[in-house]
């Protein structure tokens, strides 16, 4: 029994406090406190990503296999280029895997990024009337894979943060309506709270599929989630 309680004593240690700090609020200590934490913050440094978002993406194509080799993707709102890396590595844009297609990976931003191997990255205000045509003219053709990991600017306001995510969500959409090869797939984060029945209809309209998942990587106390539409109708 005292061997049990000096281990849970010793699991308890290894968890990091941060300390409030003047000038810092209650909520950012505790922001701190829990990226310290995390253990998908822990294995994407140890892995070599630039955020742990990059695990949403990878748990979602292992549910839906969407990152395969040969494909094209777009990664819209691609910074810091966690979705970039995975995507290059599953499409085998770096030709690594012998004997398997060579796929190409797109990264779309409004700020600069930083390189990714194996990913081409532009400045793109992807809502720009000509950004379907540049798209495919650097893709060299129709996108297989449209995703996107945006998210509004925050304004404290859930429900107005809620509709602005959405309203993203659906011109992303658009995008993907207007560059995807008949069979794509979409992908996109939505958050969750009642006004997201547009961009389902919408998408039910133009995809086989349409499903709605929250991967391990999201954390719980998140509004998060994400649609994966299959099947691209064209």
Same mark, same amino acid.
């Given at each position: 029994?005292?061997?049990?309680?000096?281990?849970?004593? $010793?699991?308890?240690? @290894?968890?990091?406090?941060? #300390?409030?700090?003047? $000038?810092? #609020?209650?909520?950012?200590?505790? /922001? @701190?406190?829990?990226?310290?934490?995390?253990?998908?913050?822990?294995?994407?440094?140890?892995?070599?990503?630039?955020?742990?978002?990059?695990?949403?993406?990878?748990? &979602?194509?292992?549910?839906?296999?969407? @990152? =395969?080799?040969?494909?094209? =993707?777009?990664? @819209?709102?691609?910074?810091? $280029?966690? /979705?970039?890396?995975?995507?290059? #590595?599953?499409?085998?844009? &770096?030709?690594?895997?012998?004997?398997?297609?060579v796929g190409s990976v797109l990264g779309i931003d409004l700020q600069e990024v930083e390189p990714v191997p194996g990913a081409e990255i532009h400045v793109l205000d992807f809502m720009e009337d000509d950004a379907d045509q540049k798209v495919k003219d650097w893709l060299g053709g129709p996108a297989d894979v449209v995703m996107s990991d945006m998210a509004a600017s925050a304004s404290g306001h859930k429900q107005t943060d809620h509709l602005r995510i959405v309203a993203l969500c659906e011109a992303a959409a658009e995008l993907a309506f207007d560059v995807l090869e008949p069979g794509g797939t979409f992908v996109a984060k939505v958050l969750a709270g009642g006004a997201e029945g547009s961009l389902q209809t919408l998408l039910k309209q133009r995809f086989d599929k349409v499903a709605n998942v929250k991967p391990p990587a999201s954390r719980s106390d998140s509004s998060e989630k994400f649609v994966v539409a299959t099947g691209f109708r064209g």
């Open positions: 029994m005292a061997g049990k309680n000096t281990s849970g004593r $010793g699991q308890r240690d @290894l968890r990091v406090k941060v #300390k409030t700090a003047r $000038g810092r #609020k209650l909520s950012s200590t505790r /922001w @701190l406190e829990r990226q310290l934490n995390d253990p998908y913050v822990k294995r994407a440094q140890a892995e070599g990503y630039r955020g742990r978002a990059a695990f949403k993406i990878l748990e &979602l194509d292992e549910k839906y296999r969407f @990152l =395969v080799p040969g494909a094209r =993707v777009v990664d @819209l709102g691609c910074a810091p $280029g966690g /979705w970039c890396q995975v995507a290059v #590595k599953r499409v085998n844009a &770096l030709g690594e895997k012998s004997g398997k297609a």
